[in-house]
C-alpha cells in the first residue's frame, strides 16, 4: 500500500511541475503577474509529493518490503540499517528518484528564499526549473519506476554490491547529487535570462550564490569517493582517470570557472556571454555525467539497464534539454551588451586565464573520456586512454593555473601591472623557492615532479597568505597589530577565498606527497614478524575471524613503530570480507593517518603454511589531501554566508523587508 | 562571424549527440570486440624474459603451418591491473588442469613490481614476455587489461577475450575450443 502512495505522489508531482513547467512562463511572458505566482505554490508542493515518495522508497527498504522488486534486488534483510538507507540510492531507480527530489529541493529553496528576485525572473527560472523536472519524472515513471512490485515476494534480497557498502559511499551519492543538480538552478537562471534577455550584476549576484553552494557539495562529494577509492580498493590511490570520476570532475571544473566568472560579471558587467555559456554547460556536463556515464552508456549502449528504451529516452531528454538551451543560446546570447574593457594584466584578465585554463583541463578530461569512442566510430580502431594521458595533458595545465591562482587575487580591477603585484609576492615567491631548495636536499633532485608540487603548493599558500594580510594592512600607515585585528573583521567572502585557495594548496601537496613520494611493499609475513618499511617497522601481531552482521572477515592487527623504538606504537586493523549473500570480497585497509603520512596495511591471502599476503605504503602528507578538500568546502560554505551575498539586490523598505528572510538565495 | 561563435557550442553538442544517437541505434555491442587478428598468424613481436629464469616468447615459440606446436593460451597481464588479480586463479587453474601452456604478457609494467606480484600470486606461465613500452601490446591488439589469446598449433590467433577470464566464460568459450584444438593435434 505504502509503494502505492509513494508511486501516485510520484505521479502528482509530475502534475505539478507540469503545471509549473506552462503557467508561470506564460504569465511571465504575458505579464500576468497572478500566474506568475502560481510557480511558488507549485515548486514547494512538488517538493512536498517527491518527499513522500522518497520516504516511501526508504520505508520499503527499511522494513525489507521484498514485494517491491527494487528492494529484492539491491537490499538484504540482514543488512545494517545505514546501508538499508543508502541502498534506496545505491541503484538506477532509487538514484533516479533521488534525483528529481534533489532537483524540486532546489526548486522550492528558489520559491522560498527568492523573494528579492525580480518577479519575471523568478517564473521564468523556476518553470525552467520545472521543465527539467517533467523530462526526468516522466522518464522515471515510464522506464525506470522503483516502485514495481514483485509476485510472489521472494523470502530474501540479493543485497547491494558490498563495496557500496561503506560510510563513505552511504553520502557520496547524495553530496555529489546536490552538487550536480544544485547547477540545475545555475542553469535554469541562466536561461531564463536568455528568455529575458537581461544579464547584469544583479543577476551575477543572485546566481553566485547558488554556484557556491553546487560547488561546495560537489567538491564534499568527490573527495568522498575519492576517499572511499582511497581506503576500500586497496590500492593506495586516490585518482584514477576512470569515465565515472571524470564525469563528476567535469562539471566541477567548469562549476570552479563559474565561481569566478560569476564576480567579473557582479563587478565588472562583463564577460556575460561566457558565463551564461558555462551555467548551461556546467550542468549539461552533470546530466552527461549523471545519466550517460554513470549508467555505463558511454562504455556501452546496450549496458544501460540492458533496457535500450530508457537509452533513447534519456539521449530525447538531453538532446531537447541541452540542444534547446544551446540553441536559445546561440540565438540570444548576440543581442547581450557588452560590459566594461580590460587590460590583460588585471583582476579580469586573471579570472579570464583562470576560466580558460579550467575550460581547457575540462576540455582535456572530455577528450580522454570520449575520445577511444570517436576514433571508433569514426575509423573502427580501439585504444583505451589511461592516466598517462591525463598525467601528460593535465597536470601542465594545473601548473600555469595554480601559479596564476597566487597573482590573480592581488591584482587591481581594471588595468594591473604586474612587475607590482609580483613585487607583493616577493616573501611568496622566496618561501616558494626555499621550500624547493629543501625537498631539493632531502630528496636528493630524484624527483623532480614532487618538487615542482610543493613548490606550486608553498607558492600558493604564500600568495593567498600575503593577499589577505594585504586586505587587513591596505597601507603602510596601518601598523601590524591594528593589521592583525583587521584580519577578524575581514568579510567572510575574503576568508572564503583565503581558505578554498590554500585547501588547493593543500589538496596540491597532498597529492604529490602520496603520488610521488609513496614507499611501497608486497610481501609474505607471518604474524610476530616484523617487516620495516619507509622508517616504520609493521609487526603483524595475529590474523583473526571476525563475523559482521552480513560478511565474515579475516582481520590481521598491525602494530607499527618507528624504526628502531620499542613499546607503543600505532594499532592498525585490515580486514578481508566476504559477503553472505553474494560471496563477493572486499578489502577494508588499515589506515593510521598522522599529520604528515598515512600509514596503510591490507591484508591478503594466506598461504596455507601460517603465511599471509600483506601489502603496506606509507604515504606522505596522504591526509592532506581530504584537510585541503574540506577546507576548500569550508571555504566555499563561508564565502556563502557572508552578508553581501545575501544583502546585494536594494532592499524594499517597510513591512516588504520584513517577510524578507535572510537566506542565501539573493 | 560573431554569430558563427555563439552557434559553436551547439554544433559541438549537435556533434556529440549524433555520435550518442548514432551508437545507441546502430551500434554493436561495445563490449563485443572484434580482432583483426583473429584468423591470422601471431605477430612477428620479440619479446624479452620478464624473469632471468624463465625465457621470453616471440614468434618462434607458436607453430606454424608447417611446423604444428601444442597450442597456445597468451594472457596480458600487469600488476596495476585490479581485474588481472581477480582472474588470476583461474588463469592458474587453466594452466594446471588442461596441459596447456599458458604464455604471460607482462605489458607497460615495473619490472620489479610485476616480479613481487607474481611472487605474491604466484607464477603459471611457461613464459614471460615482457613488454614495459607497450610495443608489442599494439602488435597484438590488445584492448584492454587483461586479455586472453587461444593461439593453434598452426601459430593463428583463434579466439581473444577481453577481460578478466571467469568459471563460467572458461566453460563455455574457451574450453571447447582448447579441447577442439587439442583433439585435432
Redesign the interface.
Known sequence: MIAEIGHFAMTLALGLALFQAILPMAGAARGEPRWMKLAEPAAIGQLACLLVAFVALTNAYVTSDFSVRNVVENSHSLKPLLYKVSGVWGNHEGSLLLWVTVLALFGALVAVFGRKLPPGLKARTLSVQAMIAVGFLLFTLLTSNPFERMIPAPLEGRDLNPLLQDPGLAFHPPMLYIGYVGLSVVFSFAVAALIEGKVDAAWARWVRPWTLLAWSFLTAGIALGSWWAYYE?G?GGFWYWDPVENASFMPWLLATALLHSAIVVEKRDTLK?WTI?LA??AF?LSLIGTF?VRSG?L?????FASD?DR??FI?LL??IS??GS??L??WR??TLTAGGLFRPISREGALVLNNLLLAAAAGTVFLGT?YP??L??VTGD???VGPPYFNATFVPIMIPLLIALGVGPLMPWKRGDLPQALRILTAAFVGAVAVTAVTAVAILGELGYALIGFAVAAWLVGAAATELWRRAKPTSRVSAGDAFGRLFKLSRASWGMTAAHVGVAIVVAGATGTTLLTAEL???TRPGETVTLGGYAFTLEDVTEARGPNYGAQRGTFTVREEGTVGGGQVLTAERRVYVASGQETTEAGIGSSMMRDLYAVI?DSDGSGGY?IRLYVKPLAPWLWIGSALMVLGGLLSLSDRRLRIGAPVRSGTASATSAPAPAE | MKRILFLLPLGLFIIVAGYFAWQLLYGRDPRIIPSALIGNPVPETELPPLKDDKPGFGRADFGSPDAEKAPVLVNVFASWCGPCRAEHPFVTALAKQESIEVYGLNAKDNRQAALDWLRDLGDPYAKIGFDPQGKAVLDWGVYGYPETYLVNGRGEIVFKHVGPLYPDLIERELLPRIRALKGEG
Open positions: 580498493l590500492w556571454t555559456l548551461i554547460m549539461s550517460l552508456v562504455t556501452s549502449v546496450h549496458a535500450p537509452g533513447i539521449l538531453l538532446a541541452i540542444g544551446l540553441a543560446y546561440a546570447a548576440p570520449l569512442l570517436f571508433e566510430v580501439k585504444i583505451s608486497i610481501t609474505k591478503g599476503t
